[in-house]
Antibody, heavy 122, light 108 residues
Framework: EVQLVESGGGLVKPGRSLRLSCSAS????????MHWVRQAPGKGLEWVSGISWNSGGIGYADSVKGRFTISRDNAKNSLYLQMNSLRVEDTALYYCSKAGHFRFYDWYCDHWGQGTLVTVSS | SSELTQDPAVSVASGQTVRITCQGD??????ASWYQQKPGQAPVVVIH???KRPSGIPDRFSGSSSGNTASLTITGALAEDEAVYYCNSRDSSANRVVFGGGTKLTVL
């Protein structure tokens, strides 16, 4: 059974940093691209960042480019999101999601974690 | 970057058919996927690669596409289908992904 468990969320002041982690199990992690998707309270889904199975392809939403860095450690079956210079508008539930196709940087996410809440407030 | 546009809300009588649409230039080049999200839950994919249904998704859900518009059709909607539905696709910019704003489906 595929499991994605996010951690690292919390309350942080504007301008500070936070690192999210996603621990994956139940599939061969290094064969699939992964994504971070966030959802502000009462709002829709917003793609944040994605990374290919071998870290050769990486993308960021304009809203986070230059501030957030996605990475993965295939040996540890883990995905990360380093978030710097946090803003109030970064407040959201952050989901980790697995791409659906083998070794393809695709946008179809077949499994999602339950999310970790990031609150940016002074 | 590209955008995907969805109607904010749609309603359907129980047992009837409803179509939810998603428009965007990127859909001329890339297939849409569709996700169902119920309150307090993570999204669940109901259609991928334009018209593929994952195992466990009822066959009343179907997908199609024409030009810059992708559609999710629920044939014989049930009360349990009440949720917010999101489309997504690849952005025209390299390695970016985009989601539509979501459509809240009410089953009357």
């Amino acid at each position: 059974e595929v499991q994605l468990v996010e951690s690292g969320g919390g309350l942080v002041k504007p301008g500070r940093s936070l690192r999210l982690s996603c621990s994956a199990s139940g599939f061969t992690f290094d064969d699939y691209a992964m994504h971070w998707v966030r959802q502000a309270p009462g709002k829709g889904l917003e793609w944040v960042s994605g990374i290919s199975w071998n870290s050769g392809g990486i993308g960021y939403a304009d809203s986070v480019k230059g501030r957030f860095t996605i990475s993965r450690d295939n040996a540890k079956n883990s995905l990360y999101l380093q978030m710097n210079s946090l803003r109030v508008e970064d407040t959201a539930l952050y989901y980790c999601s697995k791409a659906g196709h083998f070794r393809f940087y695709d946008w179809y996410c077949d499994h999602w974690g339950q999310g970790t809440l990031v609150t940016v407030s002074s | 970057s590209s955008e995907l546009t969805q109607d904010p809300a749609v309603s359907v009588a129980s047992g009837q058919t409803v179509r939810i649409t998603c428009q965007g230039d990127s859909l001329r080049s890339y297939y849409a996927s569709w996700y169902q999200q119920k309150p307090g839950q993570a999204p669940v994919v109901v259609i991928h690669d334009k018209d593929k249904r994952p195992s466990g998704i009822p066959d009343r859900f179907s997908g199609s596409s024409s030009g810059n518009t992708a559609s999710l059709t629920i044939t014989g909607a049930l009360a349990e289908d009440e949720a917010v539905y999101y489309c997504n696709s690849r952005d025209s910019s390299a390695n970016r992904v985009v989601f539509g704003g979501g459509t809240k489906l009410t089953v009357l």
